[in-house]
């Protein structure tokens, strides 16, 4: 079984100010790892993965997000925010190990407010 | 990039109807294509997997008689919604696999509103 919590309903943040949203996961194997973005009425656009190599993922539009083995966390990071970064976030993964077909599971998402 | 697009962006319908939704994708070859669904401000919930050329597999307690999928091609999949209801008025979005499987691109959505 595979799962994902992203613990934040909202978060609220400047704009200019770093901006970190929050996700754990849950797998009984090796993890894929995914954020997306949504804005209203639209479908996801793919910000960045975690596959293997590098714990530090650069991804789209500034965004980065460190994977952690240790603490199963994959929070997303911006070092400063934008009004046009609110959105709603959402993380994902896919158990690698038992999954061929690439089935995502994915966390509640987080609204983000950047206020200017 | 790849582009995956869905038609109708929005549908309203009456009860009892049947409503189809179509996902292309524009400019690749899904051969795994996948269909969500979104209730306002909450995650998606994947109803159904779609291979081309074979029966789509559903999700525990997705009704398969309720939400046909059809993946005829390797760049169209479409979903039915019989005999509609308004606890079906929901965002359904599809995504289509390119390449490997850690690569999907999503569809803008469709907003079905059922009356």
């Known amino acids: 079984a595979q799962s994902v919590a992203q613990p934040e309903d909202q978060v609220n943040v400047a704009e200019g100010n770093p901006l970190t949203v929050k996700c754990t996961y849950s797998?009984?194997?090796?993890?894929?790892l995914f954020w997306y973005v949504q804005y209203p009425n639209r479908g996801l656009q793919f910000l960045l993965k975690y596959i293997t190599g590098d714990n530090l993922v650069k991804g789209s539009y500034g965004f980065e997000a460190e994977f952690n083995k240790s603490q199963t966390s994959f929070h997303l990071k911006k070092p400063s925010a934008l009004v046009s970064d609110s959105a709603l976030y959402f993380c994902?993964?896919?158990?690698?190990?038992?999954?061929?077909?690439?089935?995502?599971?994915f966390g509640a998402g987080t609204q983000v407010v950047v206020t200017p | 990039g790849a582009v995956v697009s869905q038609h109708p962006s929005r549908v309203i319908c009456k009860s009892g109807t049947s409503v189809k939704i179509e996902c292309r994708s524009l400019d690749f070859q899904a051969t795994t294509m996948f269909w969500y669904r979104q209730f306002p401000k909450q995650s998606l919930m994947l109803m159904a997997t779609?291979?081309?050329?074979?029966?789509?597999?559903?999700e525990q307690g997705v009704e398969k008689d309720k939400f046909l999928i059809n993946h005829a091609s390797l760049t169209l999949s479409t979903l039915t919604v019989t005999s509609a209801h308004p606890e079906d008025s929901s965002f359904y979005i599809c995504s289509a696999r390119a390449g490997g499987p850690d690569t999907q691109y999503f569809g803008p959505g469709t907003r079905l509103t059922v009356l």
């Open positions: 797998v009984s194997g090796n993890p894929y």
């Open positions: 994902a993964v896919r158990d690698m190990t038992t999954d061929s077909w690439g089935k995502l599971q």
């Open positions: 779609s291979n081309e050329g074979s029966k789509a597999t559903y």
